[in-house]
């Protein structure tokens, strides 16, 4: 049977790929730092692996008898070829046949992001690979964004009126199950979007009106950096978000693609339906 180790299982996107995946004929491993914690959030019922990213002495036993990997980055490993190339060459010594991983939009034209990196990295060892170059997370107003939203109704980021085609990840999840599981997907990148791209003013309305109380945007680049800052998140990770808010801002981050829609069969979910759906998230 197919056995397929899944990365980052314990975050957004991967949580939702077991999720998936053990509806599926397939044999779905997590690869994980910490299997107690891990168990409480993905139930007990979930196989199991120790793995960590900076610790090589991990990579064998994870890898064993492994037939196709999900990967994702942890967002603060940002050295690739200390960090990530040292898994992929574990991968590759296994015997792994196929990688899908979750990069990010426009990977392709920005060779310094991480994602970029990678992606070569994974084709130079020749491995067959599944790019899902990712928009913007719905999934960022419920964990990075959740506290303003919900003690301070704001929606605060330094975007402008800049539109973002938001993708919900439980579409890039069920497109990375299709594209692990169904063949066809190896040696091809797909750029993943909604299908609608709004503006914050537009995304603090939806808010409004599902949530049923205001919830007003904010641009502030200044506001923005003194509240991550004291809600103790790095000045390198503020950056960071900066630089992707920036993007927006600039108009860059509007795109809609449609191979969300033709690798699901059905329209990509909507901000609406993601707000209703995480409603107690806010409340
Ligand atoms: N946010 C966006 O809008 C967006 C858009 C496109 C692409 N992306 C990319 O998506 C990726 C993040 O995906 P996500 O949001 O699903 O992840 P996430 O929720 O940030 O979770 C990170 C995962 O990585 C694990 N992890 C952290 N450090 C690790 C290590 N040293 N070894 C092994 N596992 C480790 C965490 O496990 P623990 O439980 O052990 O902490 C967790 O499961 C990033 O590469 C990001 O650039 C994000």
């Not at 997590?30 to 139930?43: D, E, F, T, W, Y």
């Not at 199991?48 to 492994?66: I, M, N, W």
């Not at 709004?198 to 003194?226: C, H, M, Q």
């Not at 108009?251 to 609406?272: E, V, W």
């Amino acid at each position: 049977m197919l056995k397929i180790l899944v990365t980052g299982a314990t975050g957004n996107v991967g949580r939702e790929v077991i999720r998936l995946l053990l509806s599926q004929d397939c044999n779905v491993c997590a690869a994980v730092r910490n299997p107690n914690s891990a168990k409480q959030i993905l139930g007990s019922n979930i196989q199991s692996v120790p793995f960590d990213f900076t610790k090589p002495d991990t990579f064998e036993r994870a890898f064993l008898q492994v037939n196709k990997l999900f990967l994702v980055r942890p967002p603060a490993l940002n050295n690739v070829r200390k960090q990530i190339a040292p898994v992929l060459n574990a991968a590759k010594l296994a015997g792994v046949e196929h990688i899908v991983f979750l990069s990010i939009l426009g990977a392709e034209r920005n060779p310094f992001v991480p994602h970029s990196k990678i992606e070569r990295y994974i084709n130079q060892l020749g491995i067959k690979a599944t790019f899902l170059r990712a928009s913007f997370f719905m999934q960022n107003l419920n964990t990075t964004h959740r506290e303003d939203i919900k003690a301070r109704g704001e929606l605060l980021m330094p975007a402008g009126n800049g539109k973002t085609s938001f993708i919900d990840v439980r579409d890039i999840a069920a497109v990375a199950v299709r594209t692990l599981i169904e063949d066809g997907h190896q040696e091809k990148a797909y750029p993943l979007t909604g299908a609608e791209a709004l503006t914050y003013y537009e995304v603090a309305d939806i808010f409004t009106s599902v949530l049923g109380k205001s919830i007003r945007y904010n641009p502030s680049l200044l506001k923005f950096v003194r509240q991550m800052r004291s809600s103790g998140l790095p000045m390198d990770f503020v950056l960071i978000m900066i630089a992707i808010y920036t993007t927006a801002r600039l108009g860059l981050a509007g795109n809609i693609t449609s191979d969300t829609q033709q690798l699901l069969n059905r329209s990509p979910l909507t901000i609406r339906q993601y707000v209703e759906d995480y409603r107690q998230f806010w409340l």
